[in-house]
């Protein structure tokens, strides 16, 4: 009796270290190795739970304007537990620094690491239009305006109707911008830049 009531016990103590994690341990594997399992669950958690408040120290330190400080930050959250955001992140602080193949370079490691993260398409499609090479950044923001989960959704219809007003395809930077503003209506710049190309188009 006591035998089954240390393994309630037991099993009622894994259970809370499964909904710490949020996922459960397969069912065939012994007792000491679940909870093994579900230790590695919670450690994950904490480096992950790490990993984003270096991530967000960093972040204020970008706006700060303190690039190496926010470099030094990320590169610590990426050691803890790589994201998309760390590395498209510092891919922006390396932009801030000129050094634009290195942020690009920093894009394609957080699409590997999450290709459903749409700033990084978009930032290499910034970066890309930078170097005047205009064309090329073209596929990258079309990516970025298709990614699941991106914000803010309307800056690749920026960029891309800034590109296409660089090309002189005035139509279809209208088109650019008027979706940007469907999406965010109050972005003043989009709003701005949509009336002087219908202006022109008119």
């Known amino acids: 009796m006591q035998a089954r009531e240390q393994t309630a016990t037991n099993l009622a103590e894994s259970d809370e270290a499964v909904l710490?994690?949020?996922?459960?341990?397969?069912?065939?594997?012994?007792?000491?190795?679940?909870?093994?399992?579900?230790?590695?669950?919670?450690?994950?958690a904490e480096q992950k739970k790490r990993a984003l408040e270096?991530?967000?120290?960093?972040?204020?330190?970008?706006?700060?304007?303190?690039?190496?400080?926010?470099?030094?930050?990320?590169?610590?959250?990426?050691?803890?537990?790589?994201?998309?955001e760390a590395y498209t992140f510092r891919?922006?602080?390396?932009?801030?620094?000129?050094?634009?193949?290195?942020?690009i370079a920093e894009c394609r490691k957080a699409i590997e690491i999450d290709p459903d993260y749409g700033n990084p398409y978009n930032d290499i499609g910034a970066y890309l239009m930078a170097k005047g090479e205009l064309d090329d950044a073209i596929p990258w923001l079309e990516r970025a305006k298709r990614a699941p989960r991106y914000?803010?959704?309307?800056?690749?219809?920026?960029?891309?109707?800034?590109?296409?007003?660089?090309?002189?395809?005035?139509?279809?930077?209208?088109?650019?911008?008027?979706?940007?503003?469907?999406?965010?209506?109050?972005?003043?710049?989009?709003q701005q830049m949509l009336a002087r190309l219908r202006a022109m188009l008119n």
């Not at 270096?54 to 050691?79: F, K, M, T, V």
Request: with cysteine.
């Open 20 to 44: 710490k994690c949020g996922r459960a341990a397969p069912l065939a594997i012994d007792l000491p190795a679940r909870r093994r399992y579900e230790c590695e669950l919670v450690d994950e």
């Open 54 to 84: 270096l991530w967000n120290a960093g972040y204020q330190r970008h706006l700060q304007n303190d690039l190496e400080g926010a470099i030094d930050l990320y590169n610590r959250s990426i050691q803890t537990w790589p994201t998309a």
């Open 91 to 103: 891919g922006w602080a390396y932009e801030g620094m000129g050094r634009i193949d290195d942020a």
């Open 151 to 190: 914000e803010p959704r309307h800056f690749p219809y920026m960029n891309l109707g800034r590109l296409y007003a660089a090309k002189g395809m005035f139509t279809a930077a209208a088109a650019e911008f008027a979706r940007a503003v469907e999406i965010e209506p109050n972005d003043r710049t989009s």
